[in-house]
């Protein structure tokens, strides 16, 4: 299968090809070809991004990712791994004021 890069590739020679062409009808058979390999462009970006989660062992999917598919597709986190505002609020200015080096909330 060809990657999304050269199948981009392929339709940008189709739109060359479309402009240089003389005839409507060439230009219009380049046109279509060219939509063709964008389609197959969009999926084989999404064959690549499924495969890459399987190419290291931190990003495998958990068994709650595999319980909200749509979710682990979207890159959304569990509730109980987000912060409301106020909690990042205060984790952004904890590591903004301990700027030394230290790990965890600076003691006053």
């Given at each position: 299968m060809m990657?999304?890069?050269?199948?981009?590739?392929k339709a940008d020679q189709m739109d060359v090809l479309a402009l240089e062409s003389d005839d409507g009808g060439g230009r219009d058979a380049y046109a279509s070809m060219a939509r063709s390999w964008r389609r197959t462009a969009i999926v084989a970006r999404r064959q690549e991004a499924r495969d890459a989660v399987w190419s290291h062992p931190?990003?495998?999917?958990?068994?709650?990712?595999l319980d909200d598919p749509l979710g682990f597709q979207e890159g959304s986190l569990p509730a109980s791994e987000t912060l409301t505002d106020a909690e990042f609020d205060a984790a952004l200015v904890d590591l903004l004021e301990n700027q030394d080096g230290e790990d965890g909330p600076q003691k006053t």
């Amino acid at each position: 299968m060809m990657t999304s890069v050269e199948c981009m590739a392929k339709a940008d020679q189709m739109d060359v090809l479309a402009l240089e062409s003389d005839d409507g009808g060439g230009r219009d058979a380049y046109a279509s070809m060219a939509r063709s390999w964008r389609r197959t462009a969009i999926v084989a970006r999404r064959q690549e991004a499924r495969d890459a989660v399987w190419s290291h062992p931190d990003l495998l999917p958990t068994s709650a990712d595999l319980d909200d598919p749509l979710g682990f597709q979207e890159g959304s986190l569990p509730a109980s791994e987000t912060l409301t505002d106020a909690e990042f609020d205060a984790a952004l200015v904890d590591l903004l004021e301990n700027q030394d080096g230290e790990d965890g909330p600076q003691k006053t």
